[in-house]
T-cell receptor
Framework: KQEVTQIPAALSVPEGENLVLNCSFT??????LQWFRQDPGKGLTSLLL?????REQTSGRLNASLDKSSGRSTLYIAASQPGDSATYLC?????????????FGSGTQLTVLP | DARVTQTPRHKVTEMGQEVTMRCQPI?????VFWYRQTMMQGLELLAY????????DSGMPKDRFSAEMPDATLATLKIQPSEPRDSAVYFC????????????FGEGSRLTVL
């Protein structure tokens, strides 16, 4: 069974800092990995999607990397802003036969202080 | 603006009552997921459909929960009878296997069972 772990569980940084969120998974036979953002009381917003054949994806100040062999992904946020405060979740999509499941990590709660 | 639509957004009911939550996936998407989110358990997969066929509902308590897709534009999750421990936010997500496997989430249905 795929297990997804996110470290740290919570992170507080001053505005302007660059930061890295970590995600690890136990089964490297993945189809893709997605990073989501969730604001309090809201749904999940997809930030970046990395296919299993890719090593990284970038969108604005966000950069996500994927190392399948070591079962790790990182989300790098440059020049953090208070508006980046949210919970960030990574999710791994397996390619197991005809059924595909998305397994979520427990998230990292990020607070960017003004 | 394509999005996953969920109704109701909020529901308060008494124990023993039937609850039905509805989801309209993004037009053209052929995969639908139902997730439940609680503080203690995080995001849990309840059911997964592809081309309207249920492929995995192993995460769903069978005695009281049921999930269906009457047509390609509607997915339903029903709880009968509801219990206080069912209180959670229920998310629907849809995706297209032709579109990189990226999933898009609705805003969720917040259920409170008294």
């Amino acid at each position: 069974k795929q297990e997804v772990t996110q470290i740290p569980a919570a992170l507080s940084v001053p505005e302007g800092e660059n930061l890295v969120l970590n995600c690890s998974f136990t089964d490297s036979a993945i189809y893709n990995l997605q990073w989501f953002r969730q604001d309090p009381g809201k749904g999940l917003t997809s930030l970046l999607l990395i296919q299993s054949s890719q090593r990284e994806q970038t969108s604005g100040r966000l950069n996500a990397s994927l190392d399948k062999s070591s079962g790790r992904s990182t989300l790098y946020i440059a020049a953090s802003q208070p508006g980046d405060s949210a919970t960030y979740l990574c999710a791994v999509l397996l390619s197991s036969g005809s059924a595909r499941q998305l397994t979520f990590g427990s998230g990292t709660q990020l607070t960017v202080l003004p | 603006d394509a999005r996953v639509t969920q109704t109701p957004r909020h529901k308060v009911t008494e124990m023993g009552q039937e609850v039905t939550m509805r989801c309209q996936p993004i037009l053209g998407h052929n995969t639908v997921f139902w997730y439940r989110q609680t503080m203690m358990q995080g995001l849990e997969l309840l059911a997964y459909f592809r081309n309207r066929a249920p492929l995995d509902d192993s995460g769903m308590p069978k005695d009281r929960f049921s999930a269906e897709m009457p047509d390609a534009t509607l997915a339903t999750l029903k709880i009968q009878p509801s219990e206080p421990r069912d209180s959670a936010v229920y998310f629907c997500a849809s995706g297209s296997q032709r579109n990189t496997g990226e999933l898009f989430f609705g805003e969720g249905s917040r259920l409170t069972v008294l």
